[in-house]
């Protein structure tokens, strides 16, 4: 599968450094043909392209920023890192998950392990490791250079939404670069039945240098760098807009290929990157007490993965360590009193090491196994004393330093003969406590109207996962048939849980709620899959999911899908295409009442869409026309927070260029 992408995006092997694995899945985000891929191309926005893989869901607070839950899992119990960089968040009411950092125009494609199946520098990961791959143009192998370059430019009806990029790479035997900015506007956009959805605008700046010197045949060093800055983010479901986002990522990479060796490569790599977070209430009518909330991450780390091929084995080897720092704070103005002020998250630092080791075992022509495992030691310390002062006040005795150990183990067999495929896979993990979790400070939360308390005492959260998949494929036919589905088993699931001694900080708040550990909960995915192509170009992909999340009292826990179905058909030749698709979810009567959830209409939406390769004297120019929510289709998912609708109608229109 692997090799037919490099071979689809036309890039030489080394930069893909991780041999294949069962359950992994990919989006293609660079421009080409081939694999999974947003019908808006390249320039749609990383929510876009995450919204193709299976298994993930998206979590929306407004147009800005989506939150992937994977396996029904928020970003609590999912790993994220770019290029195998971890990066943390630094908004304390989760406004920017990590993957708003980044734009499409740095990423080659987002890669997913589903489960405890992570990647070697996940830790944390029990719904799923996402890697965020950037682009690379990679090395020449002949003395010939290549240089490439591309302008894209589009527009959506709905909130009026303009993209602007450019993008170049060059290429040659000793030196490689890929570059480019993008800018993206959005004013709020309505929702269907015309109704505007204040708040709902953004902004956004992203710049990036991606490079490769070989300094020997098989040496080469490689740099990262980008920049991304959103302004101006309005966020609907909220009660605060954000200023300003910001984040520095930068890494350098040293890599050595081996020839005629068991090693096949070894990489090591620094990083560092910055994030600052503001948060604005003041475009907002009727605030009471008007609030500053700032929030800042920083984290450095390394990693080296040593990969190796020996015999039947393909092996990784990885080490990897980093430090990060959370703080945020809040200073409220009441009208006429003094300000008031507290610290959300008290400068956490985490310093954390692991080691990991993955094995991919070829039992013969038709069957592999893949085992991987790591363990993780983190120590924790809070560097401010009014915030560890304050947090005492709840949890006498409590320690200014704690450390954690966790680990995860998986183990996955695939078996694939002439006509059909299975695979069977089991594993265990455990994750430690967010710094949320562990130590958050009176933050409010608008999912359940409830302020909560971080819980230094908390004990990790472990799971078994069990999973399983089984692929049919009518022969002499062009019928696929897959059915697919993983169970998680919890101890110690960590969630909020009602604190009626204390009373609330923010006004409207219903009370305070504190993190706990509850004995044991599960949650279950199963997702049938449908696929005809009776001819080459036609392809009919019909999708269905269902998942159950319970506590220990057999309660819903809140944020599961529920029943989905998407049904796309369409139509692809070299220079055309076009696809029709239906998608939707029956109504949300599951939900978890025991949480603040509420129950949501089922709904279904019609898109369409169509794209041109043209060829302009010697440059290509590719346009993409669609319509999403063609009936302008008035629904909110589940996962909308608050039930902020989704977008009417939108009429999109994408065109790039290749110079
Ligand atoms: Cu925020």
Redesign the pocket.
């Known amino acids: 599968m692997i090799g037919l992408l490099l071979a689809i995006i036309g890039l030489p092997n080394d930069t893909i450094t991780t041999s294949p694995q069962h359950l992994d899945e990919v989006v293609v985000v660079s421009r080409g043909q081939g694999g999974k891929r947003s019908a808006k191309g390249q320039v749609a926005t990383i929510d876009e392209h995450l919204k193709e893989l299976d298994h993930v869901e998206l979590v929306r607070r407004g147009s800005y920023a989506w939150e992937p839950m994977v396996n029904n899992m928020q970003t609590e119990r999912l790993s994220t890192t770019i290029d195998g960089m971890k990066i943390f968040y630094a908004?304390?009411?989760k406004?920017?998950p990590v993957t708003s950092y980044v734009e499409s125009g740095n990423l080659q494609s987002i890669r997913l392990n589903s489960g405890l199946n992570g990647n070697p520098q996940a830790t944390g990961n029990i719904g799923g490791a996402l890697d965020l791959k950037l682009r690379k143009a990679g090395f020449q192998n002949t003395h010939s250079s290549v240089f490439n370059a591309q302008l894209a430019s589009g527009y959506e009806t709905n909130g009026s939404v303009q993209e602007y990029a450019v993008d170049g790479a060059c290429s040659s035997q000793l030196f490689y670069a890929n570059a480019g900015i993008s800018y993206r506007h959005a004013d709020n956009y309505k929702a269907g039945n015309n109704e505007k959805i204040d708040f709902s605008q953004f902004q956004k700046f992203n710049a990036f240098l991606n490079s490769g010197f070989r300094i020997a045949a098989n040496n080469a060093i490689e740099t990262t760098f980008i920049y991304d800055r959103a302004t101006d983010v309005g966020y609907p479901a909220l009660n605060?807009d954000?200023a300003k986002a910001e984040a520095f990522i930068t890494s350098l990479a040293y890599r050595q290929l081996f020839r005629d060796s068991n090693l096949e490569s070894w990489e090591t790599k620094i990083y560092y990157n910055h994030i600052t977070?503001i948060?604005d209430d003041t475009k907002r009518p009727d605030v009471q007490i008007h609030m500053d909330?700032p929030?800042k991450s920083w984290t450095a780390g390394a990693y080296s993965l040593l990969t190796a091929s020996l015999g039947q084995h393909e092996v990784l080897l990885n080490v990897d360590s980093y430090y990060n720092r959370l703080f945020a704070d809040m200073t409220m103005y009441p009208g006429g009193a003094a300000p008031m002020y507290m610290v959300t998250w008290p400068d956490v630092g985490t310093l954390n090491m692991g080691a990991a080791l993955a094995d991919n075992i070829t039992l013969g022509q038709h069957s592999t196994l893949h085992f991987s495992g790591k363990l993780s030691w983190q120590q924790q310390r809070l560097n401010n004393d009014e915030g560890y002062k304050a947090l005492s006040i709840f949890f006498p005795g409590m320690l200014q330093q704690y450390h954690q150990t966790t680990g995860r183990i998986a183990a996955n067999y695939a078996l694939s003969i002439e006509n059909y495929a299975f695979t069977l896979g089991a594993g265990w993990g455990s994750r430690a406590p967010t710094v949320t979790e562990a130590y958050g400070y009176y933050l409010n939360n608008t999912f359940d109207q409830y302020d909560y308390i971080g819980n230094p005492r908390l004990k990790n959260e472990s799971a078994i996962e069990l999973n399983g998949s089984f692929q049919l494929s009518a022969p002499y036919s062009q019928l696929t048939i897959g059915v697919d589905a993983n169970a998680f088993f919890f101890y110690n699931y960590i969630i909020g849980q009602l604190e009626d001694r204390l009373s609330a900080m923010t006004v409207g708040a219903e009370g305070v709620k504190v993190y706990g550990n509850i004995d044991h909960a599960t949650i279950v995915n199963t997702s049938l899959k449908i696929e005809w192509k009776p001819l080459k170009e036609l392809r009919w992909l019909a999708k269905a999911t269902y998942s159950i999340g319970r506590d220990d009292q057999n309660d819903n826990l809140p944020l599961i899908a529920p029943l989905t179905f998407q049904s796309r058909l369409s139509y692809t030749t070299k220079s055309f295409g076009v696809q029709a698709e239906v998608r939707g979810n029956a109504r949300q009567a599951q939900y978890g009442e025991k949480y603040g959830e509420t129950a949501t209409a089922a709904w279904t939406i019609v898109n369409l869409s169509a794209n041109w390769l043209l060829t302009v004297g010697n440059r290509q120019l590719t346009l993409r026309l669609g319509v999403e929510n063609l009936f302008d289709k008035y629904y909110a998912t589940y996962a909308d927070w608050c039930h902020i609708p989704q977008k009417g109608r939108n009429i999109f229109a994408y065109l790039s260029l290749e110079l």
């Open positions: 908004c304390t009411d406004m920017d605060m954000v977070h948060m909330m929030g």
